[in-house]
């Protein structure tokens, strides 16, 4: 998303309600217990990742890609001082001197490492103090009387933007070097039967269908509004393409044949010698890779994990087929040919639960492709949410009639063709921050980013 790292640096919003629900018939209460909910999971979630490792990895820049740790642990703080303590609340600043050197559009991340950052014990105890007085004002809050404040949106847009934060911390996880930080259990395998009788792809029929939505209340900008989409019939892998898969087609070389390539994929592989997705190595005639500080045999698998949109295009180009486009995308994740509506997820309206889709760092990796039935489409595609983010072949832009909220530089100035959009989520995604209309982007070289793809063909193709 914004900053170009797969998860946004801006302001966002997460979900509320089910596309039927309007703001007026959520009551106050369970408004205000959803965003103590949304907002002390992430505050939770914020301490694991900043608490697991010591101080000096804290300040450390682990890659020219990403901010040192501590930095975005204080912009956290800083962001919800600004939204919710300051704009919501009216309260007086507690710390104006230093939004400058967390604002996310002034600084590049390289940078950061040389502004005048608050040190980790000052950066929780900032953070601490802004939670507390933010909360005082939640109990409070009427919930209505405005854009920010109708159904709670800036304190879900607050909740959102940190968990996102924390996506971006565990992508700096990844990238730091040294022992591991963190664990958390293996992710459940499909049942052997079942996954064996799936279908390699799905039909989805050609008609209309809702795109976006008008109704969810924490929903994006980039998201609105609701409009009609008129999408020719097409087949879509019934998983993500997996790491088996793409072994294949580097085993047949298609790192070394330019065919499969976009010029600007071509370019980027022979400038920097890529001949594999990121973080894996050769080794004893055997694949590995380096996940969160552990070297293991690449599983088969398992949804193929960091690669770029060059790669997943090649990829694509190399099986016969192509990257969905983002209504083809949406359509298959979201629309119910039996009721010719949209859902807010694959499988219904309900909220994520561990066994429709793994999201929320519950565990540290995709789970193996076909898992998760009870996450499955109405047409039966699986895995659309959580897992791994998915490249689509679409260019990021406004839908018609988009305007920008709360601010220009959330989405608006990102809209173009330099960057691409990914859809579903990965593991490391919360629900608050994933939903079937939510609309992540990046560039098409990034490869550090909790990204894979499936395919798609017109159903015409042969």
Request: charge should be negative; charged fraction near 25%; glycine fraction near 8%.
């Amino acid at each position: 998303m914004s900053e170009n790292a797969g998860t946004a640096e801006g302001t966002a919003a997460g979900t509320a309600g089910s596309t039927d629900e309007t703001a007026e018939e959520i009551s106050v209460e369970a408004l205000r217990r959803r965003a103590v909910a949304a907002l002390t999971t992430a505050r939770t979630r914020t301490a694991l990742l900043t608490s697991c490792v010591d101080e000096p990895e804290l300040t450390a820049q682990h890659s020219p890609l990403m901010s040192p740790l501590v930095w975005d642990l204080a912009h956290i703080g800083n962001q919800e001082e600004q939204w919710l303590l300051r704009n919501v609340g009216g309260r007086e600043a507690v710390r104006p001197e230093i939004d400058s050197v967390y604002d996310a559009f002034e600084h590049p991340r390289a940078l950061r490492p040389t502004l005048p950052l608050l040190a980790p014990a000052e950066a929780r105890a900032y953070a601490s103090d802004i939670r507390g007085r933010v909360l005082d004002i939640l109990d409070s809050s009427p919930l209505r009387g405005g854009p920010l404040l109708d159904a709670g949106f800036a304190f879900g847009m607050i909740a959102q933007h940190e968990q996102q934060h924390d996506e971006t911390m565990l992508i700096t996880h990844q990238l730091r070097r040294g022992p591991a930080a963190l664990t958390a259990p293996e992710p459940p395998g499909p049942d052997p039967a079942d996954a064996a009788e799936l279908p390699s792809e799905v039909l989805v029929p050609a008609g209309q269908f809702t795109m976006g939505t008008s109704a969810e209340p924490w929903a994006l900008d980039n998201e609105r509004p609701a409009h009609h989409r008129l999408v020719p019939a097409f087949y879509l892998d019934t998983a993500p393409v997996t790491n088996g898969d793409y072994l294949r087609f580097m085993e047949d070389g298609g790192y070394t044949d330019e065919r499969w390539w976009a010029p600007a994929g071509w370019d980027q592989i022979r400038e920097h010698g890529i001949g594999a997705p990121l973080f894996w190595r050769r080794e004893a005639g055997q694949w590995t890779r380096r996940r969160f500080g552990a070297v293991e045999p690449v599983p088969a698998d398992e949804p193929v994990l960091h690669v770029s949109w060059y790669e997943a295009d090649a990829y694509a180009r190399w099986a016969g087929r192509r990257l969905p486009t983002e209504e083809e995308w949406e359509k298959a994740a979201r629309h119910d040919p039996a009721t010719g509506r949209s859902r807010r997820y694959p499988w219904g309206d309900e909220d994520p639960t561990p066994e429709h889709a793994n999201l929320g760092q519950l565990h540290l990796r995709p789970a193996p492709a076909g898992s998760y039935p009870l996450g499955a489409s109405p047409l039966g595609v699986r895995q659309l949410i959580g897992d791994v983010w998915e490249w689509t072949s679409s260019d990021f832009l406004p839908y018609p009639g988009f305007a920008a909220f709360p601010y220009r530089e959330y989405s608006e100035v990102f809209f173009g063709a330099a960057h691409k959009v990914l859809r579903g989520g990965s593991f490391a995604v919360d629900q608050v921050a994933c939903r079937g209309t939510f609309r992540n982007w990046d560039l098409p070289v990034r490869r550090q980013i909790f990204a894979g793809f499936r395919t798609a063909r017109s159903a015409g193709d042969m």
